[in-house]
């Protein structure tokens, strides 16, 4: 039998000018070779508004996993390629 372990996280995320380059990240520490999955949903926002997010590790290689923009909802899979912190990291962006 196969056992996973998940967790969720909600908050709200006020939107910036992109210049200003506000970010929120979370990270983890997670083993090389591990299997992870990243659920990113948007609730019903103020129009003009762009979620952007990126995962990354903090390894000596800096493994970049993915990057997407103007995000509704969106699922990344993904295995590790170090023992390293998995970060993730949003920007809510004011569109001109």
Not at 36 to 44: A, H, I, R, S
Not at 78 to 93: E, G, K, P
């Amino acid at each position: 039998m196969l056992a996973g372990l998940g967790s969720a996280i909600h908050f709200d995320l006020v939107a910036y000018p992109e210049n200003q380059n506000v970010k929120r990240c979370l990270s983890q520490w997670v083993p090389n070779n591990t299997p992870v999955q990243v659920k990113v949903g948007v609730e019903t926002g103020l129009p003009g508004q762009s979620l952007n997010f990126e995962i990354h590790d903090d390894s000596s290689h800096a493994n970049q996993y993915a990057s997407r923009f103007n995000v509704k909802d969106e699922t990344i899979q993904l295995t590790t390629q170090a023992h390293a912190n998995v970060i993730v990291c949003f920007q809510n962006v004011l569109l001109p």
